[in-house]
Structure formats: structure tokens, C-alpha cells
């Protein structure tokens, strides 16, 4: 790993606006303050975008949208191999970029820059297998050309907790569909992102096909696009709520949406499973991210006869962690965001600890420099506490019992929430079961990580709507034209 100057990769990062290939301030001349959650230092100041300069990045997506269109899928594959190519070289500054403006640990970041890239390579492989069908209908009075096309326009709409695969899960399929886009990134993270535009600029993507705004006043600037009619696609992810409402919005021009939301991952323990896989399983599908993810498991449903067993070894686990600045070596578990997320990771497990549950180790947010939050494993979680219901996202492992498969599957469904599950056993036939039991857009089976780039990721229930990533990640960006022609013969 290159070891990677702080202050000079940040003096490199663009801070304005990408519009129309160019990089600009905001017209009001407007910046906010981007922070490393680890020290709160000011690490760079970004343009805030107004309604009108999130307009005028809708204006350069409209502009190029025939050109790109009409661009050779191999020449937008190529662009985005270039791309995926140009992420790896970089791979220690983009890390380092992560870390700073997030907090995660910089081995944790070297995981989502492999990632992240990945839909770079594989988005940039399907552009050039988009097809369709020719068929004779069934009377043979006429022949029906089924063929695919760009959708339009897209807005795509990313969080802070992965900053760079977000992006790439959606500019990858869309630029590879033949869409062009206007990305707002999170104003808690945006430096990623625009390093990433700047590196899609060098590689030579023609102007106006991405465009990036960064702004503080994100519901006013995304209402005026997504209102705007020449809009064709929202592609959003972030948190339930804000995704319900965009939804409701969207409905007005019906746009066409993609919606990756929240999440509250059940991860079943079954008694026949493989207690150090299942421990293992659960540190990463835990404690990745610093609990800060979608994929987190927020609910540990373990069998009565293993849960103490389990709940020693993870507390075990968990006391070897090194909490600290990401950037320092050793450290394995970073800051939460803010100061917002302390308070909510702790209101849960003080609810919890109020109905009667046990503190195993952690508990606490840690006095000091930055939002750091003691990693925690609480057990005999009652139901009706709200950690139960509620998003942890913070590194808070919490712990239910159950007696029999069905009061599992029960549990495990019991929640609004349907992105991921996981689940230990080495009962094949149980396993083949909760495949069809488990309401969930995606299982983890003996596995504590599920994301893949070549895999459809995404949710069921209030988790969201459409896939991203495998081959079902480009329909996304895609709309099925039908085309009835006469019987040539007749
Ligand atoms: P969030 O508050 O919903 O924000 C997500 C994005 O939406 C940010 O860019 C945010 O910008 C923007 N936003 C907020 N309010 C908006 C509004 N009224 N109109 C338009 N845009 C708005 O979520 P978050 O805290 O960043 O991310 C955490 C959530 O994302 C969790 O619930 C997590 O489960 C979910 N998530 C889901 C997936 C998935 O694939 N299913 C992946 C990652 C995260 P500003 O913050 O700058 O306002």
C-alpha cells in the first residue's frame, strides 16, 4: 500500500461543481464545509449548489443525452473499463479520500474501492450485451422486434456511509445503458465522488454525460429536478423515509425509480450451525462499516441452546477491537458519521438495557475528539425494544433467543424491512426452506457478506424497489420498445 499525503491528495480533489464538463463554483458563490468525523477538522470547503446551478446540470444531461445515446456500446464500455482500470491504479488515494471524510478503517475502504470499482469492470462488460428478440406472433400474421433503450436522463442520489460504490452501482449501469446523469452525492461526503468525476473527465467521457452537484439544500435542488419534466429516471439510495417521499414526488412525472432504502437484517443461529463460522459471519456482517450499513444485522435471532455460547465468543470478539482514527494502523473500528448517530445507537441500547437487557461489553459513547461509540454486545433483548425495530446503524450487536425454526422464520420476518438476511445452519433441507421463508431480497447463507458486483442487490417490503448490480442491474437504466411489424411473406 502507497502510503498517501493527507494534505496533498485534498489540495488535488475538485470542490466545485461538474457541469457540462466543466468544473464550476456555485452561482451564488455559496461552499459548505466537508469534516472528518474522527477529529471534526475542516478537510475542504464544497460549492452549494442552488436550484438553479441543479438545473443547469439537468440542462448539460438533456444536451448530451442523444450523443451518449447513440455512442457504441463498446465505446461506452471502453470508457468505463478506463475508468475501472484508472480506480485500481488509484486504489490507496481513493481509500484514503473514504477514510477521511467517513471514518471507516483504511482496510475497510481498500474493500469498497475493490468493490466499488468492480461495477466499473462489469457494467462496462454488459454495455455491449444489450439485446433484444425478433419472434413471429403466434397467428404468423406479423413478425416482433423487442429492443432496448435508454431510459433518459437520470438523477442518482447517493449516501455517505459508502461513498464510492454507491456512485459507481449507479453511474456504471446508467453510462453503460446509454443514459446520461446528474449525481448528488451526500454533503456529509461528497469529496469521493468528485474525485471520481474528475478521473471520468480524464479518461475522456464526453461532457455533460455525468454531472455533479454538491449542495446543503438537497430536498429544494432534487425537487426542482425530479420535477422537472425532461427528468426520465431516480435513482436513489439513502434511508426509508427520504426514499418514500421522493418516491411520492417521482409519481408525479411517473418516473421511472429505482429505490435502495433501509434496512433491519435478522441473522438466524441455528442450533446445528458452525458456531466459529457463525461468529465470524457476524463480526463482518456487524461490525463492517462500524455497523453503518444497510447490510448491517441488527437483529442476532440465535437458538436458546448456542445463544450464551455465542454471545461469549462475539463479546470475546469484540473486546480485541482497536477503536480509533481510521488512518492510523491497528485500528479496527472507526467514528459514527456524527454526533446524531452516537445519540441514536445509544438511545437504543438504553431502551433495550430499560426492558431488561444485559450490557456485555460497550454501552457507551466515547468522551473525547470525534463521535466515536464503544462497539457493544447487549443479550436478552426483550421484545418491543426499538433496537429490534428501528436501524442501529452504529456497532451495536443485540441478541435474541428462539426455540424452533417456525418462532425463527416468525422473528426474523417480523419487521417492514426486507434487504438482507443471513442465516447459519448446516441442515441443507433448512437452509433450501429459509430461502423460500425468509422475506428478503437477499440471503446471506452461511456467509456474514452478500455484496458482489455481478449479484442483483436490493430489497423487498419498505427496503426499496429494483436491483443493482448482475445482469438485472442495467435494466434499471433500460426501457423494453416493441415493435410489430407485417408477415414479410405475406
Ligand atoms: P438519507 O438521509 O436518506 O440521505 C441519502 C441521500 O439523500 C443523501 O444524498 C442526502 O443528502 C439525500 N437527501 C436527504 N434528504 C433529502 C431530500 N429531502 N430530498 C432529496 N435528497 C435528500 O440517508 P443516509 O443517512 O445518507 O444513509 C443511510 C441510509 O441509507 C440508511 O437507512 C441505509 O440503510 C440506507 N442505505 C441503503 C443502501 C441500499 O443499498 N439499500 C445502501 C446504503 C445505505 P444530504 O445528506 O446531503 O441532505
Given at each position: 500500500m502507497t502510503v498517501i499525503d493527507e494534505k496533498k491528495l485534498l489540495e488535488r480533489v475538485p470542490t466545485g461543481l461538474f457541469i457540462g464538463g466543466q468544473w464550476r463554483q456555485a452561482a451564488s458563490g455559496k461552499t459548505f464545509e466537508v469534516r472528518d468525523p474522527s477529529t471534526n477538522a475542516v478537510l475542504a470547503s464544497v460549492a452549494d449548489a442552488s436550484v438553479d446551478d441543479g438545473l443547469a446540470a439537468l440542462d448539460a444531461a438533456v444536451d448530451a443525452a442523444h450523443e451518449w445515446a447513440t455512442t457504441p456500446p463498446r465505446v461506452r464500455g471502453e470508457l468505463l473499463r478506463r475508468a475501472f482500470e484508472l480506480v485500481v491504479e488509484r486504489h490507496d488515494e481513493f481509500a484514503m479520500l473514504m477514510t477521511l471524510e467517513m471514518g471507516k478503517p483504511l482496510a475497510e475502504s481498500d474493500g469498497e474501492v475493490t468493490y466499488g470499482a468492480e461495477f466499473l469492470r462489469w457494467f462496462g462488460e454488459e454495455a455491449a450485451r444489450i439485446t433484444g428478440r425478433y419472434g413471429v406472433n403466434p397467428e404468423g400474421t406479423g413478425r416482433t422486434i423487442v429492443s432496448q433503450h435508454p431510459v433518459g436522463p437520470c438523477f442518482l442520489?447517493?449516501?455517505?456511509?459508502?461513498?464510492?460504490?454507491?456512485?459507481?452501482?449507479?453511474?456504471?449501469?446508467?453510462?453503460?445503458?446509454?443514459?446520461?446523469?446528474?449525481?448528488?452525492?451526500?454533503?456529509?461526503?461528497?469529496?469521493?465522488?468528485?474525485?471520481?468525476?474528475?478521473?471520468?473527465?480524464?479518461?475522456?467521457?464526453?461532457?455533460?454525460?455525468?454531472?455533479?452537484?454538491?449542495?446543503?439544500?438537497?430536498?429544494?435542488?432534487?425537487?426542482?429536478?425530479?420535477?422537472?419534466?425532461?427528468?426520465?429516471?431516480?435513482?436513489?439510495?439513502?434511508?426509508?423515509?427520504?426514499?418514500?417521499?421522493?418516491l411520492a414526488k417521482a409519481a408525479r412525472g411517473i418516473l421511472r425509480t429505482s429505490m435502495e432504502l433501509g434496512g433491519n437484517a435478522p441473522f438466524l443461529v441455528f442450533d446445528d450451525a458452525d458456531l466459529d463460522a457463525a461468529v465470524e459471519g457476524a463480526m463482518k456482517a456487524k461490525f463492517r462499516n462500524i455497523g453503518q450499513a444497510c447490510t448491517a444485522a441488527?437483529?442476532?435471532?440465535?437458538?436458546?441452546?448456542?445463544?450464551?455460547?455465542?454471545?461469549?465468543?462475539?463479546?470475546?470478539k469484540v473486546q480485541e477491537f482497536t477503536v480509533g482514527r481510521g488512518t492510523e494502523e491497528g485500528v479496527t473500528i472507526g467514528p459514527l458519521i456524527n454526533q446524531d448517530a452516537i445519540e441514536k445507537a445509544d438511545s437504543l441500547v438504553k431502551d433495550a438495557v430499560s426492558r431488561g437487557a444485559r450490557v456485555l461489553v460497550g454501552g457507551s459513547a466515547i468522551e473525547g475528539e470525534?463521535?466515536?461509540y464503544e462497539p457493544t454486545v447487549v443479550?436478552?433483548?426483550?421484545?418491543?425494544?426499538?433496537?429490534?425495530?428501528?436501524?442501529?446503524?452504529?456497532?451495536?450487536?443485540?441478541?435474541?433467543?428462539?426455540?424452533?425454526?417456525?418462532?425463527?422464520?416468525?422473528?426474523?420476518?417480523?419487521?417492514?424491512?426486507?434487504?438482507?438476511?443471513?442465516?447459519?445452519?448446516?441442515?441443507?433441507?433448512?437452509?433450501?426452506?429459509?430461502?423460500?421463508?425468509?422475506?428478503?431480497?437477499?440471503?446471506?447463507?452461511?456467509?456474514?457478506?452478500?455484496?458482489?458486483?455481478?449479484?442483483?442487490?436490493?430489497?423487498?417490503?419498505?427496503?426499496?424497489?429494483?436491483?443493482?448490480?448482475?445482469?438485472?442491474?442495467?435494466?434499471?437504466?433500460?426501457?423494453?420498445?416493441?415493435?410489430?411489424?407485417?408477415?414479410?411473406f405475406a
Open positions: 442520489i447517493t449516501p455517505w456511509n459508502f461513498p464510492l460504490a454507491m456512485a459507481t452501482r449507479k453511474i456504471g449501469p446508467a453510462l453503460a445503458a446509454g443514459c446520461t446523469v446528474v449525481v448528488k452525492p451526500a454533503s456529509l461526503t461528497p469529496l469521493t465522488t468528485l474525485h471520481f468525476v474528475a478521473l471520468l473527465h480524464e479518461v475522456g467521457l464526453p461532457a455533460g454525460v455525468v454531472n455533479v452537484v454538491t449542495t446543503r439544500s438537497s430536498g429544494p435542488v432534487s425537487d426542482a429536478i425530479i420535477a422537472d419534466p425532461r427528468l426520465r429516471k431516480l435513482s436513489f439510495t439513502g434511508s426509508t423515509p427520504v426514499g418514500r417521499s421522493l441488527n437483529r442476532f435471532i440465535v437458538h436458546a441452546s448456542v445463544a450464551e455460547e455465542f454471545a461469549r465468543r462475539v463479546t470475546e470525534g463521535t466515536f443479550t436478552d433483548v426483550a421484545a418491543g425494544s426499538s433496537i429490534l425495530t428501528e436501524e442501529i446503524f452504529g456497532p451495536v450487536l443485540s441478541i435474541v433467543t428462539f426455540d424452533d425454526e417456525d418462532e425463527a422464520v416468525r422473528i426474523a420476518n417480523d419487521t417492514e424491512y426486507g434487504l438482507v438476511a443471513y442465516a447459519f445452519t448446516r441442515d441443507l433441507a433448512r437452509g433450501q426452506r429459509l430461502i423460500e421463508r425468509l422475506q428478503t431480497g437477499m440471503l446471506g447463507l452461511n456467509v456474514g457478506v452478500v455484496s458482489n458486483a455481478a449479484a442483483p442487490f436490493g430489497g423487498v417490503k419498505q427496503s426499496g424497489l429494483g436491483r443493482e448490480g448482475g445482469f438485472e442491474g442495467i435494466h434499471e437504466y433500460l426501457e423494453t420498445r416493441y415493435t410489430m411489424t407485417p408477415d414479410p
